[in-house]
């Protein structure tokens, strides 16, 4: 399966300048992606002020993914600020080329920003199926709890959308590359450029590893699109080859 990230700055609290961004860079993408990952919040930058941006399921951004997925024929997925029954969510949306659409509540809140005070944690691992492939939506902090993320006999394929910002950017290497490792599952990384209104500074580093932990997509600063071919028969089989997961430890995990 081919993925296309795109690592990119994000307008402040103006989801109509970036979806008009991110429509421009999807002009770019390859014909032959199946998939395509934008950061966390796309629509805004982490802002802890989700009555400035949210949209319901209904919304502006959930219509405008569905179009670009049923235009281009390929699957998009990235987090957006969504707001059900005066709730607020930091949603993952994963929107198939039929128009479907799955998603994923963010289960750990970044606490330091205080988005524990403003958004309603998610509870549930999500599994998406698409095109052959077992793929596990994941967004930011939810790097640092490996529990949450472990395979059991579930996925292919762990995506981590992001705002991680560069005084931590360590961090995100590192856990990405542990997550690949420790599950023996691609994993791919998408995080913003630039600055935010709070003076936040985003390096990037977008990255995609395979199961042994190897770049396929380095980090880099850049503006761009970046694109890798997956290859789920080499991955299963090298799972089977060397047998890692079947001695990992079993676990329970609690609310």
């Known amino acids: 399966m081919q993925i296309s990230i795109i690592q990119a700055p994000l307008s402040w609290e103006n989801p109509e300048a970036n979806r008009n961004y991110f429509t421009e860079k999807l002009q770019e993408v390859p014909s032959d992606t199946l998939l395509v990952v934008l950061p966390e919040m796309f629509t805004s930058g982490f802002t802890m002020n989700p009555h400035n941006v949210a949209e319901t399921m209904e919304g502006p951004t959930v219509h405008w993914m569905k179009t670009i997925a049923k235009d281009r024929n390929f699957a998009i997925t990235g987090s957006v600020v969504i707001r059900e029954e005066e709730k607020y969510y930091n949603r993952s949306l994963f929107v198939f080329p039929t128009g479907e659409v799955e998603f994923y509540d963010k289960r750990h809140r970044f606490s330091l920003a205080g988005e524990d005070k403003v958004y309603t944690r998610g509870a549930d691992k999500k599994i998406i199926r698409y095109l052959g492939w077992n793929i ?4 930011c902090y939810d790097l640092r709890f490996p529990v949450f993320s472990r395979f059991n006999d579930d996925y292919d394929v762990l995506i981590y959308v992001a705002n991680w910002p560069q005084p931590r950017i360590n961090a995100w290497n590192a856990l990405l590359k542990a997550r690949a490792i420790e599950n023996m599952s691609y994993v791919v990384g998408v995080n913003r450029i630039g600055e935010d209104e709070n003076q936040n500074q985003y390096p990037g580093h977008s990255q995609v590893f395979d199961f ?41 995990l609690r609310e």
């Open 136 to 139: 596990c939506l994941l967004i």
């Open 212 to 252: 042994f932990g190897n770049y396929m997509i380095e980090p880099s600063g850049k503006e761009g699109i970046f694109t890798v071919q997956l290859d789920k028969e080499t991955m299963l089989a090298n799972r089977n080859k060397f047998g890692f997961l079947r001695d990992r430890d079993g676990f329970t």
